[in-house]
């Protein structure tokens, strides 16, 4: 447990170092920024359309189909194919640690950064909001909150899926075209086979949708969570597996 702790620990900190992350973080904080200049640009009456119901809820599209996914692909491609291509992965497992743990750690550091950028986009959002002209006020910091919670699962999945296509592919540019590809697809899919949403990872990128106000029967978010527990499950034991097999 204390390498799997000190492993994390040091993913954790290595990510925070990297302009990367720190650049994603900014953007996270001043999307709701240039918004609120945009909208205030904007007539009352077009501002109602655009906006819907607030800033809070309007940055939340965004950040989870656009934002918080390109992020844990570009980072799942330095972390997994990036450092098996420069050894460092090598250097890694050279410490008493085991496969298992140093891919639960990374995935932690994954995990802990989409939260985080989930975390900032709230809390600039909500403060931001209070100066768009004209907006109606927020259903409730609880409603909000509850909605940007409830989006971590469907980003983590998401993150799972772009671990296995890094450990799959060798090169960063090449994982990260991959996982494009993967991704567009997993987009379009329930546009052009309806039925299929159901297994379609990237269809629940807005589903708190469903949470918002009366939202969905409470069985159907029961069935489309479990669905979504069972693909981190199923994606964390393949990169698991494809981790101890991989050969570096």
Known sequence: MNSLYANARNETERLWRRRKT?????????????????????????????????????MLRPLTLVLIPLFLMMTAADLFAGEAADGTLKL??????????VYASKI?????????????GWTVSTTAGVFVVGAEA????????????????????????????????RSVAGAMATMLLVYLAAGLLPF?????????VVAYAQWHVRWSG????????????????????????AGVVLLERKQL
């Open 192 to 200: 052009l086979f309806p039925q299929a949403s159901v297994w379609s």
């Open 138 to 169: 927020a259903d409730g910091l609880a409603e909000s909150l509850k909605a940007y919670a409830v989006s971590l699962l469907p980003m983590v999945a998401i993150g799972l899926l772009a671990s296995i296509v890094g450990l799959l592919v």
């Open 108 to 120: 932690y550091a994954l995990s802990l950064f989409a939260a985080a950028l989930l975390a900032i």
């Open 22 to 58: 720190k650049g994603f973080a900014l953007v996270a904080a001043l999307l709701p920024l240039l918004s609120v200049w945009a909208l205030n640009a904007l007539p009352e009456g077009a501002l109602q359309s655009a906006l819907g119901s607030d800033l809070t809820m309007l």
């Open 214 to 237: 009366s939202g969905a029967p409470v069985g159907s978010l029961v069935r489309a969570a479990g669905i979504l527990l069972a693909y981190c499950i199923m994606a964390y034991t």
């Open 92 to 101: 890694t497992l050279l410490r008493p640690i085991t496969r298992a743990k």
